[in-house]
C-alpha cells in the first residue's frame, strides 16, 4: 500500500521549511496566525508566535499544509473572541484571482458536470444548462489567467502611485496558486480607518461614479469635458484614455465602445485635429448624430476599461487572515513566492512559485487538462499511469488530482 497523499506532502512540506527559514511578516508578534490541513484552508486561528523562529519551529513540528496571518496588528493576537484581541492598525491587502476574470482560457482547461443529470462540459458553468442544477467546477489556471491578474495588481500599483503617491511599503507575491496578493504596510495605509478603506475602494473599483461629477456634463448640444490642465483622478483616466484612442485612430474600437457604426466613425475622426482641440478647450466635438448617446457610451466604457476588479467582501474585511508570503499552498504544492516589483513584469508564477525537484515520481492521474509548469508542458491526462518530474507530480497530488503508485 502507497502512502497516501497526505502524508506524502507532508513530508515533502517539512524538509521545504527545514531547509530555509520564513521572515516574510513584519511585526509578527502582533500578528493572529491560523492553519489548514489537506484539503481544508483554515482549520484554526487565533495562533500567535512571540518570534519568527518560533513561527519556523511550528512549520517544522507541525507542517501545516496552508498557514495564513493577519493584516491586522492586534494587543493580544491569540485571544478570542475578536473583541478581546484589541484592534491596532492593519495592513491592507488586495487579492487578484483569476477566478474572478473572464479569459478566453477558461474554455480550455475548466470544466463542469452536473451533479443531478451528469451532463458535462469544458468552461466555468455555475448552473447546468440542460437542468439548471449546480454544477460541480474543475478549475486550472494557465499563464494567459494569471498574465490577467497580473496586470490587474500593476493596474492597482499604477493607481496607488499615480494617484495616492502611495509608493513606501508595498509587497507582493504569489498567492501559490490563481493570483496574486497586494500588501500595503505603510505608516499612513495602516491607519486608515474602516470608512477610508471603503472609499478607497470606491475609488479604485469606480463604484457609483458618474460622469456628471468627473465634468462630463452634456449642455446647450455639446458635451462638456474638464481642460486637461485641470483634469485629475477619473476625469483624468477618463480624458487621457480617450485622447489615446482618439491618437491611435481606432475607428473599429471606437464604434464599439461608442455603440456606432464603423463607417461612421471613420469619417468623424477624420476631423481628428479639431476633436484633440475641441477636448483641449474642454469640450468633445458633436458627432453628427446622436452625440450625447455616443459620448456617453464612450466615456462610461472607458470608465469599465480603466477600472479595477476587486472582491469588495474580502478587500473590506479587517478581520481575515491571508497567505503568508514565502509558505507553502497546500492545494497546488506551489510556495506563495515573495518578489520585488522591479520583478513582478517578469515573474513566471507558474515557473519561480516551483520548489521541489525533478527527480522522477510514478503516479496515478485522474484526468487533466494540459498544463504548463516550469515551462513544461504536461497532459492532457485520463485515467493513465506515467511518470512526472517531482513538482508536476506534486502538484496534481496536492490538488487531489493523481495518487502515488
Ligand atoms: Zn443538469
Ligand atoms: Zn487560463
Same mark, same amino acid.
Given at each position: 500500500m502507497k502512502e497516501s497523499n497526505e502524508i506524502f506532502l507532508k513530508k515533502k512540506f517539512r524538509s521545504y521549511y527545514k531547509s530555509g527559514f520564513i521572515d516574510s511578516v513584519p511585526e509578527l508578534e502582533k500578528r493572529e496566525f491560523g492553519y489548514g490541513v489537506f484539503g481544508k484552508k483554515i482549520i484554526a486561528r487565533h495562533l500567535s508566535f512571540s518570534t519568527a523562529k518560533e513561527f519556523n519551529s511550528f512549520l517544522r513540528e507541525d507542517t501545516p499544509f496552508f498557514v495564513s496571518y493577519s493584516p491586522a496588528f492586534y494587543e493580544f493576537p491569540d485571544k478570542r473572541p475578536m473583541e478581546r484581541k484589541i484592534y491596532l492598525k492593519s495592513d491592507l491587502i488586495y487579492e487578484f484571482d483569476a477566478d474572478d476574470l473572464k479569459t478566453d482560457c477558461k474554455q480550455k482547461h475548466d470544466s463542469w458536470k452536473c451533479k443531478e443529470c451528469k451532463s458535462k462540459g469544458k468552461g466555468l458553468v455555475e448552473k447546468c444548462p440542460s437542468c439548471g442544477s449546480n454544477t *460541480?467546477?474543475?478549475e486550472w489556471v494557465c499563464e494567459e489567467c494569471l498574465n490577467e491578474t497580473k496586470k490587474q495588481s500593476l493596474k492597482l500599483i499604477n493607481f496607488l502611485e499615480k494617484d495616492f503617491s502611495f509608493s513606501e511599503g508595498i509587497s507582493v507575491n504569489f498567492s501559490g496558486a490563481k493570483g496574486?496578493?497586494?500588501? &500595503? #504596510? !505603510? *505608516? *499612513?495605509?495602516?491607519?486608515l480607518s474602516a470608512a477610508a478603506r471603503i472609499e478607497l475602494l470606491d475609488y479604485l473599483t469606480a463604484n457609483d461614479l458618474e460622469l456628471k461629477k468627473l465634468g462630463f456634463v452634456y449642455s446647450k448640444n455639446k458635451m462638456l469635458c474638464p481642460k486637461e490642465s485641470e483634469a485629475f483622478g477619473w476625469s483624468k483616466k477618463v480624458l487621457f484614455s480617450l485622447k489615446e484612442l482618439i491618437e491611435k485612430e481606432d475607428a473599429e474600437k471606437i464604434s464599439a465602445l461608442g455603440n456606432s457604426r464603423t463607417s461612421v466613425i471613420k469619417k468623424f475622426l477624420e476631423k481628428k485635429e479639431l476633436i484633440l482641440k475641441g477636448m483641449k478647450n474642454g469640450f468633445l466635438f458633436p458627432k453628427p448624430s446622436a452625440s450625447e448617446k455616443f459620448w456617453t457610451s464612450l466615456l462610461s466604457a472607458l470608465v469599465e476599461k480603466e477600472k479595477l476588479f476587486l472582491d469588495r467582501q474580502t478587500s473590506m474585511d479587517l478581520a481575515k487572515i491571508i497567505r503568508v508570503p514565502d509558505s507553502i499552498h497546500g492545494s497546488t504544492g506551489l510556495q506563495a513566492k515573495s518578489f520585488s516589483m522591479e520583478e513582478f513584469k517578469n515573474f513566471k508564477p507558474l515557473e519561480q512559485g516551483i520548489i521541489f525537484s525533478n527527480n522522477p515520481l #510514478?503516479?496515478?492521474?485522474?484526468?487533466?487538462?494540459?498544463? !504548463? &509548469?516550469?515551462? *513544461?508542458?504536461?497532459?492532457p491526462f485520463n485515467l493513465e499511469e506515467t511518470e512526472l518530474p517531482e513538482f508536476a507530480a506534486v502538484y496534481l497530488l496536492a490538488r487531489n488530482s493523481a495518487k502515488l503508485v
Open positions: *460541480e467546477t474543475e496574486f496578493h497586494i500588501h &500595503l #504596510r !505603510s *505608516e *499612513e495605509i495602516q491607519n #510514478r503516479v496515478f492521474i485522474k484526468s487533466t487538462p494540459k498544463f !504548463s &509548469l516550469k515551462g *513544461e508542458n504536461f497532459g
